[in-house]
């Protein structure tokens, strides 16, 4: 994260006695990128958070298990409008494509999860419908509908939904960040950024909660592991650092316009190891004289493209089956662009006067081709690679 930040109680200098009311040691606890090189932060706990007391393999879900490579290759649709609600925000995530960089599922439940700690890699859930509270070791977050929650690697942290709640969820073996190009060598955002530090929000107090024996899923390359804490983690009375959740509305996302059609990296949102997230929002359409406001026909030789289209009316893709809940997947070995009798569409609505775009998408680029879930398989539309031909 670019920017340091304090909640709570903490001592003036790091890693000196810090005591509490009854006199004994609070518990330290550096949550630290890349071996002591990168942003960490520091957290102050009540009990040790190193006591566990029982540890227990676990299975994982089935829908989150297979993978198979995409063959024959083809551009897929997935109606994730066709999946019924299960599970909760961790247990219920179906796979709908991934590779060793990445993994993107999706998630429909009103259950609360349980305790979680995925540390693989970063998360980055995207909220498109419903209201969920974020609790963690850090603090509490509300999220919404839009809302991106970027998860740093290791956090526990549990999801407590309020009603039904919808989410496009990333996976990253990895690190999630802002794009590079956006932040000064000092990891301020800089002026030409689509976005800014005012428009991040993060836990603004601890979150104490009591409890022993206490359960926390762990998710490692090694698989899934249960562990059980003597005391809550929930137990952090203040930390300071530049690392930690935050969540990031889609609608605070400035979008750049050109006189003609501008290419996917300046809808960029955030960064992976091998993967970019972008987020397509509403926007004044192309506006030299001649533009096509939509997009060209395109291959991008290194990269397979998944689109999680979230609301709007998806001028490009009329035809096609597409709708709101829609994960298309280009692949990389296609051609794809706009559907038939689009692009000629899309200049005959700017001449009666159409001047803004309404469609909403997440996107993630890969830099290595994405398998298939078994999940995005059950509710594939079988007849979408083939709508170009009609």
Same mark, same amino acid.
């Given at each position: 994260?670019?920017?340091?930040?304090?909640?709570?109680?903490?001592?003036?200098?790091?890693?000196?006695?810090?005591?509490?009311?009854?006199?004994?040691?609070? #518990?330290?606890?550096?949550?630290?990128?890349?071996?002591?090189?990168?942003?960490?932060?520091?957290?102050?706990?009540?009990?040790?958070? +190193?006591?566990?007391?029982?540890?227990?393999?676990?299975?994982?879900?089935?829908?989150?298990?297979?993978?198979?490579?995409?063959?024959?290759?083809?551009?897929?649709?997935?109606?994730?409008?066709?999946?019924?609600?299960?599970?909760?925000?961790?247990?219920?995530?179906?796979? &709908?494509?991934?590779?060793?960089?990445?993994?993107?599922?999706?998630?429909? +439940?009103?259950?609360?999860?349980?305790?979680?700690?995925?540390?693989?890699?970063?998360?980055?859930?995207?909220? #498109?419908?419903?209201?969920?509270?974020?609790?963690?070791?850090?603090?509490?977050?509300?999220?919404?509908?839009?809302?991106?929650?970027?998860?740093?690697?290791?956090?526990?942290?549990?999801?407590?939904?309020?009603?039904?709640?919808?989410?496009? $969820?990333?996976? #990253?073996?990895?690190?999630?960040?802002?794009?590079?190009?956006?932040?000064?060598?000092?990891?301020?955002?800089?002026?030409?950024?689509?976005?800014?530090?005012?428009?991040?929000?993060?836990?603004?107090?601890?979150?104490?909660?009591?409890?022993?024996?206490?359960?926390?899923? $762990?998710?490692?390359?090694?698989?899934?592991?249960?562990?059980?804490?003597?005391?809550?983690?929930?137990?952090?009375?203040? =930390?300071?650092?530049?690392?930690?959740?935050?969540?990031?509305?889609?609608?605070?996302?400035?979008?750049?316009?050109?006189?003609?059609?501008?290419?996917?990296? $300046? *809808?960029? +949102?955030?960064?992976?190891?091998?993967?970019?997230?972008?987020?397509?929002?509403?926007?004044? &359409?192309?506006?030299?004289?001649?533009?096509?406001?939509?997009?060209?026909? *395109? *291959?991008?030789?290194?990269?397979?493209?998944?689109?999680?289209?979230?609301?709007?009316?998806?001028?490009?893709?009329?035809?096609?089956?597409?709708?709101?809940?829609?994960?298309? @997947?280009?692949?990389?070995?296609?051609?794809?662009?706009?559907?038939?009798?689009?692009?000629?569409?899309?200049?005959?609505?700017?001449?009666?006067?159409?001047?803004? +775009?309404?469609? @909403?998408?997440?996107?993630?680029?890969?830099?290595?081709?994405?398998?298939?879930?078994?999940?995005?398989?059950?509710?594939?539309?079988?007849?979408?690679? =083939?709508?170009?031909?009609?």
């Amino acid at each position: 994260m670019p920017y340091y930040r304090v909640v709570g109680e903490i001592p003036r200098k790091r890693h000196v006695q810090f005591r509490r009311p009854d006199g004994g040691l609070y #518990a330290e606890e550096l949550m630290g990128e890349e071996g002591f090189s990168s942003d960490s932060s520091l957290l102050y706990h009540r009990y040790l958070p +190193t006591a566990i007391i029982k540890a227990e393999a676990v299975e994982p879900p089935a829908s989150s298990a297979t993978l198979t490579p995409n063959l024959p290759l083809s551009p897929r649709h997935f109606r994730t409008q066709d999946l019924p609600p299960g599970g909760d925000l961790v247990s219920g995530r179906g796979l &709908l494509a991934g590779n060793a960089d990445v993994r993107m599922s999706y998630a429909a +439940t009103e259950t609360p999860s349980e305790l979680y700690r995925n540390s693989m890699g970063d998360e980055c859930v995207y909220i #498109a419908s419903g209201r969920v509270t974020f609790e963690s070791t850090y603090g509490a977050l509300e999220a919404g509908e839009g809302d991106y929650v970027v998860v740093p690697t290791g956090t526990i942290h549990r999801w407590v939904p309020q009603g039904r709640v919808t989410a496009f $969820v990333i996976e #990253a073996a990895g690190h999630i960040r802002p794009p590079k190009r956006y932040l000064s060598q000092y990891g301020q955002f800089l002026e030409h950024a689509p976005y800014s530090e005012r428009d991040l929000r993060t836990p603004q107090e601890p979150m104490l909660a009591e409890g022993e024996e206490v359960p926390v899923l $762990v998710r490692t390359r090694g698989g899934l592991t249960r562990l059980v804490y003597r005391n809550h983690p929930f137990d952090v009375v203040g =930390w300071d650092g530049c690392l930690y959740p935050y969540a990031f509305n889609i609608s605070d996302f400035e979008p750049v316009v050109k006189r003609t059609h501008a290419p996917p990296p $300046v *809808h960029q +949102t955030f960064e992976g190891p091998n993967f970019v997230v972008c987020s397509f929002c509403p926007r004044p &359409l192309d506006f030299h004289p001649e533009a096509i406001p939509i997009p060209y026909n *395109h *291959h991008n030789v290194d990269s397979d493209e998944l689109m999680f289209y979230a609301g709007g009316d998806y001028t490009a893709r009329r035809g096609s089956g597409i709708d709101v809940g829609s994960i298309s @997947l280009h692949p990389a070995g296609f051609t794809h662009g706009p559907q038939p009798g689009a692009v000629e569409a899309s200049v005959e609505a700017v001449r009666q006067g159409h001047t803004q +775009t309404s469609e @909403l998408a997440v996107m993630v680029d890969t830099f290595r081709p994405l398998d298939l879930g078994s999940t995005g398989l059950s509710v594939e539309d079988p007849a979408y690679a =083939w709508t170009w031909a009609r």
